[in-house]
């Protein structure tokens, strides 16, 4: 996608007269055939609209955007026919319908039908797992059963690329972690992914490369190794602590801001890998009982990573 823009009106109703709203603002993009792409950005910062239009349901306001060289406004039914779409939460699904009829009827939108459907959508329920609850109606399903179920109706047309809109959000962490063993699955095969997530760990696990969207702007693209370099580097130590052990311990390298709370509270932020480790044997060796470490969040990070450009959580 070159130079992608996206408007929307503001205000509301018929007569919408507020100031407008740029969800997206210039995007340039390339995901490679084949890569498992993530789109990681805090909510608000375009990850939906710019799935939206991938996906034709909604036009751009300016710049192109191509899947599998179909241009996304002149080529919509080619573009269709050649991504599957995995939106999080309960969109699209049928809970009065089981899994095998809600895949069914999106197969039969596909145009199969008779030996040939049944043949795919006993595949799929295999392939993520839903065989035995198959002839179950999917509004007994737990969320992460409802995202296998999603998933499946994604590949029923066996597509190149696969759209998936934030799919493991209000997942538990094991159906998460096997809602992700199936994005690899995808990747072996060589299908390309556009992954959209608030999840760092997430982005780090499952991706080739990593987006990082913010106010409709991408700000760079990065390998999940250098995701992994900032969620080690970056991590949260706090404690109640002698006012002349936090002067000792704040000059140690790599320890970023020190603040005290009005409970007594103090943070320390560290921005060098290991140094978490040293200041919690530091305390304890101090005497300091309750320590608690923690990783900060996504906009964390990326205050730390791009300064005062970082990211704001907007809506
Ligand atoms: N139909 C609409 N009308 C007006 N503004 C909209 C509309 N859809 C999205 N927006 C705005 O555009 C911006 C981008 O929204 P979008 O849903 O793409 O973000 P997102 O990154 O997917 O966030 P989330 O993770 O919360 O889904 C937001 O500020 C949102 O309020």
Same mark, same amino acid.
């Given at each position: #996608?070159?130079a ?6 503001g205000g509301?109703?018929l007569?919408?007269?507020g100031?407008?709203?740029?969800a997206?603002?210039g995007v340039?993009l390339v995901?490679?055939?084949g /890569?498992v +792409?993530g789109l990681?950005?805090?909510n608000g910062a375009?990850k939906?609209?710019l799935?939206k239009?991938?996906?034709?349901v ?10 599998l060289? +179909?241009?996304?406004?002149t ?8 991504m599957g779409?995995?939106?999080g939460?309960?969109r ?12 069914k009827f999106?197969?039969?939108l ?13 595949a799929?329920?295999?392939r993520?797992g839903l065989?035995?609850r198959?002839d ?7 969320r992460? #059963?409802?995202q296998?179920?999603?998933l499946?109706?994604g590949m029923?047309?066996?597509p190149?690329l696969?759209l998936l809109? /934030?799919? *493991?959000t209000? #997942?538990?962490p ?10 690899g699955?995808l990747?072996?095969?060589?299908r390309?992914?556009?992954i *959209? ?5 997430e982005a780090?696990q499952v991706?080739?490369r990593?987006s990082?969207?913010d106010s409709?702007?991408i700000?760079?693209t990065?390998?999940p ?5 900032w969620i080690?580097?970056?991590?949260r ?7 002349e052990?936090?002067?000792r311990l704040? *000059?140690?390298p790599?320890?970023g801001?020190?603040s005290?709370s009005d409970?007594g509270?103090?943070?320390?932020e560290t921005t060098?890998?290991?140094?978490a480790a040293?200041?919690v044997?530091?305390l304890? /060796?101090a005497g300091?009982?309750t320590?608690t *470490?923690?990783?900060?969040s996504l /906009?964390?990070?990326?205050?730390h ?5 970082? #990211?704001?959580?907007?809506?």
């Amino acid at each position: #996608m070159t130079a992608l823009r996206r408007v929307f009106a503001g205000g509301k109703g018929l007569r919408k007269r507020g100031p407008e709203h740029v969800a997206l603002d210039g995007v340039d993009l390339v995901v490679d055939a084949g /890569e498992v +792409h993530g789109l990681l950005g805090p909510n608000g910062a375009g990850k939906t609209t710019l799935c939206k239009i991938l996906s034709t349901v909604l036009l751009p306001s300016g710049g192109m955007a191509k899947v599998l060289g +179909h241009d996304v406004v002149t080529h919509t039914a080619q573009v269709r026919t050649s991504m599957g779409i995995v939106f999080g939460g309960e969109r699209g699904l049928y809970g009065r319908l089981t899994a095998r009829q809600n895949l069914k009827f999106w197969g039969a939108l596909h145009g199969l039908h008779g030996k040939q459907l049944r043949t795919r959508v006993d595949a799929l329920l295999d392939r993520v797992g839903l065989r035995d609850r198959a002839d179950d109606r999917v509004e007994a399903f737990s969320r992460g #059963m409802k995202q296998r179920v999603h998933l499946a109706r994604g590949m029923v047309g066996d597509p190149a690329l696969l759209l998936l809109d /934030e799919p *493991t959000t209000g #997942m538990d962490p094991v159906a998460a972690k096997d809602f992700r063993a199936l994005v690899g699955e995808l990747r072996a095969e060589r299908r390309t992914v556009l992954i *959209t997530t608030h999840d760092m760990v997430e982005a780090e696990q499952v991706c080739d490369r990593v987006s990082l969207i913010d106010s409709g702007r991408i700000l760079a693209t990065e390998s999940p190794n250098a995701l992994s370099e900032w969620i080690t580097r970056f991590e949260r130590v706090d404690a109640l602590v002698p006012p002349e052990l936090v002067s000792r311990l704040r *000059t140690l390298p790599g320890v970023g801001s020190v603040s005290t709370s009005d409970d007594g509270r103090t943070r320390f932020e560290t921005t060098e890998e290991g140094v978490a480790a040293q200041l919690v044997r530091s305390l304890v /060796e101090a005497g300091v009982t309750t320590v608690t *470490t923690s990783k900060p969040s996504l /906009e964390e990070v990326y205050l730390h990573v791009f300064g005062g450009n970082g #990211m704001a959580v907007r809506r």
